[in-house]
């Protein structure tokens, strides 16, 4: 399956500030995804990014604070805009490699504290 | 919309006893079910999963079998280790809902020696 490398592993940041997130992919994929886990809760999927095409936003989240960069097709990130303490959560970026559903590989994810 | 729904938790068990979580879906089309495991301070791991009806998937003495007629995926090991420690997701991929998926609220199961 794919190696994801994701980055940065944790922060804490001061509410109001942004931070982006990184996501590398050892192969090309079509499809990047990226989700929300927040303290104690299952996965949320927030947005779908294609390369060359916005990415498309599930009910709740909106781009203006989760902008989200797909430049080609082995890397993509996510911003965490204007941060406030309810966004701290696990951020994870997941792939679909085989552009079937059996190859869905998450990377490591992104710890993010705002205090 | 889709949706898993999983057994509530927390699970507790002593070691080499038997384990159930229970997972039911909704769905339209024919998805793709998956069980993710996240250890302590580690990331999400693909399980084992199952892409169509009466499949079952099967790894590290974990099973599920895919029953469309029950909408279930229950995961199932005969005999649990205090390794196995961990947090398990159910989840729904495919169909209607083509590369995204849906997770259940996660169970976590904690081991005794």
């Known amino acids: 399956s794919a190696v994801i490398s994701q980055k940065p592993s944790r922060d804490i940041c001061q509410r109001g500030t942004s931070l982006t997130i990184q996501c590398q992919v050892d192969s090309q994929v079509t499809m990047m995804f990226w989700y929300r886990q927040q303290p104690g809760q299952s996965l949320t999927l927030i947005a779908t990014?294609?390369?060359?095409?916005?990415?498309?936003?599930e009910s709740g989240f909106v781009i203006d604070k989760f902008p989200i960069s797909r430049p080609n097709l082995t890397f993509s990130t996510l911003t965490v805009s204007n941060m406030s303490p309810e966004d701290s959560s696990i951020y994870l970026c997941?792939?679909?490699?085989?552009?079937?559903?059996?190859?869905?590989?998450f990377g490591s994810g992104t710890r993010l504290t705002v205090v | 919309g889709d949706s898993v729904t999983q057994m509530e938790g927390p699970v507790t068990l002593s070691e080499e006893a038997f384990l159930t979580i229970n997972c039911t879906y909704t769905?339209?089309?024919?998805?793709?079910l998956f069980w993710y495991v996240q250890y302590p301070g580690e990331g999400l791991q693909l399980l084992l999963k199952a892409t169509k009806a009466d499949d079952k998937g099967s790894n590290k003495g974990f099973e599920a079998t895919y029953r469309k007629e029950t909408t279930s995926f229950h995961l199932e090991k005969g005999s649990v280790q205090v390794s196995d420690s961990a947090v398990y997701f159910c989840?729904?991929?495919?169909?209607?809902?083509?590369?995204?998926?849906?997770f259940g609220q996660g169970t976590i199961l904690t081991v005794h020696p």
């Open positions: 997941s792939v679909d490699q085989s552009g079937t559903i059996h190859g869905y590989t």
């Open positions: 990014a294609n390369q060359g095409s916005e990415a498309t936003y």
């Open positions: 769905a339209t089309g024919y998805p793709s």
């Open positions: 989840a729904s991929g495919g169909g209607t809902s083509y590369g995204k998926l849906t």
